[in-house]
């Protein structure tokens, strides 16, 4: 579905992309894992057209990044590491801005976000403001903000970041349960454990090159994927 071919990023003297292939299959969870500096950021923008290759190709569904800049931001969802929301909106306002944006129809609008909060157990709480909300709350409504669209491809970038153990898990689950809908899904994440429990496969990025891309349980061979993980990011 998502295909790079010897993608770079040149950024004055530094590569911070060199030279990544790889693809990532349809309805799969994808986790793109690296320490800071590593080039996952650099390569998740210009997956989602925030930036542009210095050099190599980009292709979603066959078709380039060059020229075909409507079609793709169509089919994808961001949902970014930082919450970003207006938090003088309610949830509910939040949700229809955003479909708004999307050029949803009225009707269309209403009925995607009825089920969206139903589907994330938010329904209780559409007229509460953002920032009432307590942190998973926000991460969940930040999930279906990005789905408005029902987008095919959705980014999660660093989707439980300061979550307690036991909030992480639930988003586990609703992550696994858009997987179930046929979703594909690239994931960023900093917990090694998450990766483990969510990713079909598994590419390993350090130094802006791409030293491992293998299914989660063939990395976990023999060894946890932290392991793994120290071992090719020294």
């Given amino acids: 579905m998502i295909e790079l071919i010897d ?4 950024f ?3 590569r911070a992309v060199d ?6 299959k349809r309805g799969e969870i994808f986790g793109l894992l690296g320490k800071n500096g590593a080039g996952k950021t650099t390569t998740i923008k210009m997956l989602t057209l925030q930036l542009k290759p210095t050099a190599g190709e980009i292709f979603f569904e066959g078709r380039s990044i060059d020229g075909n800049e409507i079609f793709i931001k169509s089919l994808l969802g961001v949902v970014p590491q930082h919450l970003n929301f207006d938090q003088d909106l309610t949830v509910e306002e939040n949700l229809e801005l955003h479909g708004r944006l999307h050029h949803l ?3 269309a609008r209403l009925e995607r976000i009825d089920e969206l909060l139903k589907f994330v157990e938010l329904a209780e709480v559409r007229k509460s403001f953002v920032r009432e909300l307590s942190g998973g709350m926000k991460r969940r409504l930040l999930i279906i903000r990005a789905l408005i669209h029902r987008p095919q491809i959705l980014f999660l970038d660093e989707p439980t970041v300061a979550l307690d153990p036991q909030v992480r898990r639930k988003i586990w689950e609703l992550i696994k349960s858009l997987k ?3 979703i594909t899904i690239l994931l960023t994440t900093h917990y090694i454990e998450e990766a483990e429990s969510l990713c079909d496969r598994v590419a390993i990025l350090n130094r802006g090159k791409l030293v491992a891309l293998d299914a989660t349980k063939n990395l976990c061979a023999g060894k946890s994927l932290e392991e793994k993980f120290i071992e090719l990011t020294k």
């Fill in 19 to 24: 030279k990544v292939s790889f693809k990532i």
């Fill in 105 to 107: 129809k009225k009707s």
């Fill in 12 to 14: 004055g003297t530094v």
């Fill in 7 to 10: 993608v770079e990023k040149i």
């Fill in 180 to 182: 179930a809908q046929g």
